[in-house]
């Protein structure tokens, strides 16, 4: 008999696999690419405290975190992944610890803030994801949040699940994400989209917020924990 598909422990196989072609890019992502407007847009609603970065990878964003002041806890759950992100910092306002979104190792109402960018979508059932950020979160407490947009092509990583095969990769509409954030009690602050090459800002200031969230590399979300 065939085994089962284990969506944790197969997700957790092919992260690992990625890890070294991730740590070759993410850097150059988050000073120039598609990241970079994450930690000035997290700041205007975020301004310190303690922030967990859930699906941190190799930990960068997480440092650019720590310089500007925050006391940052990284995880990831390919341990590959939190080996390269311990490597890079050797501080006590910044960790990386192994762990799964959708079951994190944290206390409740643990941390001020949130930042999950690109990793919900990568686990079985996201609705679990939210609410364990929500959990670790203190009441009032923010979530910054990044999902695939419509354009992007890493969404061909989910691509293979029309044919019936087993995939890690769970894709949502940005507008999916907010419709059950604001179903299960978090309140909507803002949302700012990431574009790609070609598209300036100007392009699409007049179209609505779902015509925007159509045309994005990826959205970005700043949620509120209800108090």
């Given at each position: 008999m065939a085994q089962s598909f284990n969506w944790h422990k197969e997700a957790e196989k092919q992260w690992n696999e990625r890890a070294e072609l991730w740590n070759a890019k993410s850097r150059e992502m988050w000073e120039n690419g598609s990241r970079s407007t994450i930690i000035p847009f997290l700041?205007?609603?975020?301004?310190?405290?303690?922030?967990?970065?859930l699906g941190c990878g190799d930990g960068y964003g997480s440092f650019l975190l720590y310089k500007e002041g925050f006391e940052v806890t990284g995880l990831d759950l390919s341990q590959d992944?939190?080996?390269?992100?311990?490597?890079?910092?050797?501080?006590?306002?910044?960790?990386?610890?192994?762990?799964?979104?959708?079951?994190?190792?944290?206390?409740?109402e643990t941390y001020d803030a949130v930042m999950a960018i690109n990793s919900l979508e990568w686990t079985e059932i996201p609705y679990k994801g939210l609410e364990e950020m929500k959990r670790v979160l203190h009441p009032g407490g923010?979530?910054?949040?990044?999902?695939?947009?419509?354009?992007?092509?890493?969404?061909?990583?989910?691509?293979?699940?029309?044919?019936?095969?087993?995939v890690i990769c769970n894709t949502m509409m940005p507008w999916e994400l907010q419709k059950m954030a604001e179903e299960t009690g978090w309140i909507y602050i803002?949302?700012?989209g990431v574009y790609k090459r070609g598209i300036e800002e100007e392009q699409v200031a007049d179209l609505d917020e779902q015509l925007k969230q159509a045309l994005t590399f990826m959205?970005?979300?700043?949620f509120e924990k209800q108090a």
């Open positions: 700041k205007k609603y975020i301004a310190d405290g303690k922030v967990a970065d992944m939190v080996s390269r992100a311990n490597e890079r910092m050797n501080d006590e306002r910044i960790s990386f610890v192994q762990g799964d979104l959708t079951n994190l190792p944290f206390e409740d923010r979530l910054c949040i990044g999902l695939l947009g419509p354009t992007a092509m890493p969404r061909i990583n989910s691509f293979r699940r029309v044919y019936g095969e087993e803002d949302g700012q959205w970005i979300f700043i």
